[in-house]
C-alpha cells in the first residue's frame, strides 16, 4: 500500500502525514506548479480539466489518496487519476464544508472508470484541526473496515 497526497494548504498532507506514521508509510507528495488561489479557483469551476502533477510512479495495487474540495474538480487530482493504475484506491477528502458529497461522487465515478475499488472517506477541515486524534481514529477503523 501506498499513501498519496495532494495539498495547497496543508490539511490533506498533514491527514497523510499522521496516517503514515501509524501505517508505518512515507506518504508521496503530488506536486505541481506554483500558482495562486485564484488560479486554483478559476481551474476548479472546470470539471474533468487535468493540470500537470508529479509524482513518483504507484507500485502497489492499493494506494490511499488524500486530497482536498475544490468547487467542481481539484485539476493535478483529475491528473493523478488519468496517469496512474492501481486495484484499490481509497480517497480521503478534505473540505470547508459545502457541496462534498457531489464531489466525492464525481470523483467516485470519475476514478472507477478505471480502478476496480473505490471507496471515499469525507473529513471537514475545521475537525482535522480540532479533533485530530478523534479523526484519525475514524480514518483508521474506515480502513479497517474496508479491509486494510
Ligand atoms: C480553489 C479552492 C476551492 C475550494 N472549494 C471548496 C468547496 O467548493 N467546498 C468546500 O467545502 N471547500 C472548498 N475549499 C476549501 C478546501 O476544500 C479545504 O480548506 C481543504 O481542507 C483544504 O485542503 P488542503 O489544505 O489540503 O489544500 C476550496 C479551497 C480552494 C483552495
Known amino acids: 500500500m501506498e499513501i498519496y497526497y495532494y495539498s495547497f494548504t496543508g490539511i490533506s498532507k ?3 502525514e499522521l496516517l503514515g506514521e501509524c501505517l ?3 506518504p508521496k507528495e503530488i506536486k505541481t506548479s506554483k ?3 485564484f488560479f486554483w479557483l478559476l481551474l476548479s469551476f472546470i470539471p474533468y480539466l487535468s493540470f500537470k502533477a508529479y509524482f513518483e510512479k ?3 495495487s492499493t494506494l ?3 486530497f482536498p474540495k475544490w468547487t467542481f474538480n481539484c485539476p493535478p487530482i ?3 487519476l488519468k496517469k496512474i493504475s ?3 484506491l481509497f480517497m480521503i477528502i478534505t473540505f470547508g464544508g459545502w457541496g462534498e458529497k457531489k464531489y466525492a461522487k464525481f470523483y467516485k465515478k470519475l476514478a472507477s472508470q478505471r480502478i476496480k475499488r473505490v471507496e471515499v472517506f469525507l473529513v471537514k477541515r ?3 484541526l480540532n479533533e485530530t486524534s478523534k479523526v484519525m481514529e475514524e480514518i483508521l477503523s474506515w480502513l479497517n473496515r474496508i479491509g486494510i
Open 58 to 60: 504507484p507500485s502497489s
Open 35 to 37: 500558482k495562486s488561489y
Open 126 to 128: 475545521k475537525r482535522v
Open 14 to 16: 498533514k491527514l497523510a
Open 64 to 66: 490511499v489518496l488524500c
Open 78 to 80: 483529475t491528473y493523478f
Open 24 to 26: 508505518n508509510l512515507r
Open 86 to 88: 492501481c486495484e484499490n
